[in-house]
């Protein structure tokens, strides 16, 4: 006998006469499901049960369309998620192209992985033209791009249980994803910041501008950090980059203010003093 766990739900399969059956036995529990399996076999050995025709597996762009229609249905009340299903389609439909579902494996849904990591970004020209620049592409870009595939699966399997999800869960590790992006504001914007905001942001704009300490970090700030006689501040970090490193330099009235480490955790700040 042969059964397998889809969610929460046993499912089993086995050849009958040269036929695949896969049904969901409805059950959670194991020994339940084994049963209904047994069940089910003995009345196929006894011709009590009909051998259904099998159902025609749909090619991937068939059953992309089908899932993209879904999908501006399903998510009227939030648009972007099914233009970022259409984005992602994009790729997927030119490496998958009119392969029938049942032919996609894990191994073909890894080739693709590899694929996409190694592909550079493009940006947008106008007019549906698109050029290719030298920045790599983003994990997250095809991290979005297998979720779109594991979706048009789920999706396919609802109306022919004979299909399996390549994608499922724990059968294909996504990328890690680093999406930490840096940027230092010019003196122009902090001062139009500055002129815009609210009294309790903007000082908590001009301790960032001026010491380069996070939003939390000011949150957490106390007066027994502050060290007025050595024009310092310590910061108790709670914060790593994914490499495991500490954070880059401040920028700090219009100078590079280094942030040293002690552990990665503790740091002085100098604070600036006005005339």
Same mark, same amino acid.
């Given at each position: ?7 929460? !739900? ?9 036929? %695949? ?11 339940? #499901? ?12 006894? =011709? ?14 068939? #059953? ?12 009227? #009340? ?18 998958? =192209? ?11 849904? *890894? ?14 020209? =106008? ?33 022919? *249980? ?24 010019? %003196?122009? *914007? ?19 501008? *001026? ?10 700030? %106390? ?6 006689? %050595? ?23 219009? !100078? ?20």
């Amino acid at each position: 006998m042969s059964i397998f766990k889809r969610g929460s !739900t046993y499912w089993y399969h086995f050849m009958f006469n040269g036929e %695949h059956f896969q049904r969901s036995t409805k059950q959670g529990n194991p020994r339940v #499901a084994r049963q209904i399996e047994a069940a089910f076999r003995t009345a196929l050995a006894k =011709g009590e049960v009909g051998i259904t025709e099998k159902k025609k597996i749909p090619t991937f762009r068939v #059953a992309m369309a089908d899932f993209l229609a879904w999908s501006q249905n399903e998510h009227r #009340a939030r648009p972007r998620t099914y233009r970022r299903c259409c984005d992602s389609s994009v790729a997927l439909l030119k490496f998958f =192209g009119d392969t029938p579902l049942d032919k996609i494996g894990q191994a073909d849904v *890894e080739r693709f992985k590899t694929k996409r990591s190694n592909e550079c970004r493009t940006i947008g020209l =106008g007019g549906g033209k698109r050029k290719l620049t030298s920045k790599p592409l983003r994990s997250a870009t095809v991290n979005r791009e297998l979720s779109c595939l594991s979706g048009v699966f789920n999706h396919a399997i609802k109306g022919n *249980e004979q299909l399996r999800n390549p994608v499922g869960r724990n059968r294909v590790r996504l990328l890690k994803e680093d999406n930490l992006q840096k940027r230092t504001l010019s %003196h122009d *914007e902090q001062a139009k910041y500055l002129a815009a905001a609210t009294p309790k942001l903007r000082d908590i704009a001009t301790v960032m501008f *001026e010491t380069g300490m996070l939003p939390d970090e000011v949150y957490r700030a %106390h007066s027994d950090n502050l060290h007025l006689d %050595h024009n310092t501040h310590t910061v108790q970090s709670l914060w790593k980059n994914q490499s495991g490193t500490a954070r880059d330099q401040a920028h700090c009235y219009g !100078t590079r203010c280094p942030r040293t480490t002690a552990g990665g955790s503790r740091e002085r700040l100098p604070v600036s003093q006005r005339s």
